[in-house]
Nanobody
Framework: VQLQASGGGSVQAGGSLRLSCAAS????????AGWFRQAPGKEREFVAAIRRGSTYYADSMKGRFTISRDNAKNMVYLQMNSLKPEDTSVYYC???????????????????WGQGTLVTVSS
């Protein structure tokens, strides 16, 4: 599976962005899809995942971010609202097969990664 993330950019605090991740290769609908982010000098952290139609979020993203997928188009999206300066990061889409529920937040659970897209939120 090849993943290509896009949609990053610069936005003011309180604004919104929609990230997209295009998948190619194998049947993408069979894979768990997730978003992670990594700020300079920090570890990569879990943002959201979608598994068998259910969605999961990091606590700090609940109510602000929405992950969705369109299997017919092999796309995964991350709608980000009410953005804060601390959301500034490089965002990565990821995919993996057979990820169990308790491992969704662990980056090494995912086999495939996109190249990352930078989101900058200014105050």
């Amino acid at each position: 599976v090849q993943l290509q993330a896009s949609g990053g950019g610069s936005v003011q605090a309180g604004g919104s962005l929609r990230l997209s991740c295009a998948a190619s290769g194998r049947t993408f609908s069979n894979y768990v899809a997730g978003w992670f982010r990594q700020a300079p000098g920090k570890e990569r952290e879990f943002v959201a995942a979608i598994r068998r139609g259910s969605t999961y979020y990091a606590d700090s993203m609940k109510g602000r971010f929405t992950i969705s997928r369109d299997n017919a188009k092999n796309m995964v999206y991350l709608q980000m609202n009410s953005l804060k300066p601390e959301d500034t990061s490089v965002y990565y889409c990821a995919a993996g097969a057979g990820i169990i529920l308790t491992s969704l937040t662990i980056s090494r659970s995912y086999d495939y990664w996109g190249q990352g897209t930078l989101v900058t939120v200014s105050s």
